[in-house]
């Protein structure tokens, strides 16, 4: 029986573009694009994971406002339990700590990354 994985995601947009993250190459989902975000831990609110997880991944501060998606998907390790928030950046810009890459696309771009 596969567990289930409960994470967040940041829709971070600025001047119309949204950021997307691409995960490094010894993750799960290796080389995939994603909003940035990740796994909520025991005791953490949605809100408290997000904020955790952008800080540490991108060293950034973020105010949260809107969910946007609360989607299912089933993996080989697990089934993950995304819910995504429309985000704007407060403090600080991105930096790639544990992502290969970042790109800022307008909203007709996502689908061209496959995975965001």
Known sequence: MNKNIHVVGAVIIENGKSLCA???PTKSLPLKWEFPGGR??????????????INEEMHCKIEIREQTEDTVYEYDFGIVHLTT????????KPILTGHLA????????LASLGTC
Do not use: T, Y
């Not at 025991?42 to 997880?53: D, M």
């Not at 928030?85 to 600080?92: A, D, R």
């Open 22 to 24: 691409q995960r490094g």
């Open 40 to 53: 909520i831990e025991k005791g953490e609110s949605p809100h408290e994971a997000l904020h955790r997880e």
């Open 85 to 92: 928030f429309h985000c704007k950046l407060i403090e600080g």
């Open 102 to 109: 970042i790109r800022w696309l307008q909203p007709n771009e």
